[in-house]
């Protein structure tokens, strides 16, 4: 008895999905769909060329006012972190040292394929990587 309730009012609810009735709504014809065209940002004819050898108009100061617009001040380290860093030898740094790292007049000593192997080998479980006594 109770399946056939719950039948008949499974029934009703489908039925409530016809035509007829609240959720007779109209829907956008999915065929009458168009694309509309492209933003296009005019020229300005105000601007003029810069004259050859004159002085960039973007200075570094005006670079660095950008940044910190769009991103804010440099935020203030805490004493943790500057704790870490210089404990890490950033005042030992050199200067463009990540300008330095591809540069092909650095000599590099080959460790060989073996290392390169190692080194690109994916992330495992270390099951092959077990010492096993004899």
Excluded: H
Aim: proline share 10%; with cysteine.
């Amino acid at each position: 008895m109770r399946k056939l309730v719950v039948a008949a009012a499974l029934v009703a609810t489908l039925s409530a999905c016809g035509s007829s009735g609240v959720f007779n709504r109209s829907r956008p014809d999915e065929m009458q769909v168009t694309r509309q065209a492209p933003l296009v940002i005019p020229p300005d004819f105000a601007l003029v060329p810069p004259a050859p050898g004159a002085a960039p108009t973007v200075t570094p100061e005006a670079s660095r006012q950008a940044m910190e617009a769009m991103f804010g001040p440099p935020a203030a380290r805490s004493a943790s972190e500057a704790a870490t860093l210089s404990a890490a030898g950033r005042d030992n740094a050199l200067p463009g040292i990540r300008s330095a790292v591809g540069d092909p007049a650095i000599n590099l000593v080959d460790k060989g394929a073996t290392t390169r192997d190692i080194l690109s080998a994916p992330e495992g479980d270390g099951q092959y990587g077990r010492a096993v006594a004899n």
